[in-house]
């Protein structure tokens, strides 16, 4: 029998394989360079992507519970592709900065509310225990899209010319187009609570639920201070570190691609994984390889194997530990201001993005991966270490 929670799951699965088909991803940072962004630069551009969603996060959080998840995943992805569009006239470093500042714009429309409507679609079917496999399922089309995607992006763009970098931004618009169309197919749970009269009234509820449950933002800072290092920093400086390491610009696409497999795997084995180990062993220990990654990163650059290595490391840490803390996270908040609720914890995420990129921004002033690499190791290693706990029934 096909529930609510089936049918939005898999159209959310194929939203995301189209969503991610992003074929500048496999050369983005090069992309930037190519247009004479400095390392420092790449930082701002991070800061703007970061300051938008500090920005965005508690209105859109509202909007979403008012409007229905539906009608702020539109939204977003309408602003998604304006943002991406832009790249095709950017030439000075103020236009990457809008970019990106609208891009990260963008996103809040989809944070707090993509886990709130995954939540409540399954808990109209009875099936509220299996967030984290709904979330690694979901998850998983975003690495089917990055396979395809990265081996032919980082093919085409092989000369970095600025007609090869159009093409690839091209399609991933049209890709982009795709998207919103399923997500006009969504369908909303019955039992989505009714919205708030008064928004503000739903930011006071939201950051209540957070003050009398402490162990939430513990959770949520365990996880964003092991992801920005690793999901933002090293992700967007995973390219130079590759070339360096002796490996062509059209041969990165074949990396990114087999990590995408190896991911794609993982994020299907989520329920495996968390009915043989405990979650919370499963989230130390990919934060401890998390810091031993970075700590290879820095001192291992130009190793080919090592690289290669630590590269896929980084890739597969990350695709297991966020569906697990969804999970967890997801116990502990009311469903009348979910969205909202995950959208105050994720102003809390960019405050700490704005904090690690200006303080590694200094560091990278000397163009060092090396320091920038040891830095984010240990950023990680402090985020680890703090309480992460499964509510108690």
């Known amino acids: 029998m096909k529930t609510i929670a089936s049918y939005n799951i898999r159209l959310l699965f194929w939203s995301d394989f189209f969503g991610t088909m992003n074929f500048l991803q496999p050369v983005m940072t090069l992309f930037y360079m190519q ?206 570190f590759l070339t360096h390491a002796g490996i062509p610009v059209e041969v990165v696409g074949l990396f990114y691609a087999g990590a995408a497999v190896l991911g794609f795997f993982a994020s299907r084995s989520i329920g495996w994984l968390t009915d043989h180990y405990s979650r919370i062993a499963l989230m130390f220990v990919t934060g401890a390889l998390s810091v031993i990654g970075l700590v290879l990163a820095a001192f291992t650059g130009s190793t080919l194997w090592l690289a290669i290595g630590v590269f896929i490391l980084l890739r597969i840490v990350q695709v297991i530990r966020y569906p697990i803390y969804s999970q967890i996270s997801n116990d502990y908040i009311p469903s009348t201001v979910r969205a909202t609720t995950i959208s105050l914890l994720s102003i809390v995420d960019s405050c700490c993005d704005l904090a690690v990129f200006l303080a590694l921004s200094f560091v990278a002033a000397g163009n060092s991966m090396q320091w920038i690499f040891l830095g984010a190791a240990a950023i990680v290693l402090i985020g680890m270490l703090l309480p992460i706990r499964p509510l108690k029934e």
């Open 35 to 240: 247009r004479g962004l400095s390392a420092q630069d790449i930082f701002i551009v991070l800061f703007c992507w970061s300051a938008a969603v500090l920005i965005g996060e508690i209105p859109t959080g509202v909007y979403a519970d008012r409007f229905g998840a539906k009608c702020s995943f539109i939204t977003g992805a309408v602003l998604r592709i304006a943002s991406i569009a832009l790249l095709l006239f950017a030439s000075e470093p103020w236009m990457f900065f809008a970019y990106s500042f609208i891009n990260g714009f963008s996103v809040t429309f989809y944070s707090g509310a993509d886990e709130a409507f995954i939540y409540e679609s399954l808990k109209e079917s009875g099936e509220e225990h299996r967030m984290d496999q709904a979330m690694g399922k979901i998850q998983s089309g975003s690495f089917i899209a990055m396979i395809v995607a990265v081996l032919f992006g980082a093919y085409a763009a092989k000369d970095l010319s600025t007609s090869q970098f159009d093409l690839l931004i091209l399609l991933t618009i049209a890709f982009q187009l795709v998207e919103l169309a399923l997500t006009l197919l969504l369908k909303k749970p019955k039992r989505a609570a009714e919205p708030f009269e008064n928004p503000l009234r739903q930011v006071k509820e939201g950051f209540l639920v957070i003050r009398h449950k402490p162990l939430l933002l513990l959770m949520f800072l365990n996880v964003t201070l092991v992801f920005i290092p690793v999901g933002a920093v090293f992700k967007n400086f995973d390219q130079p």
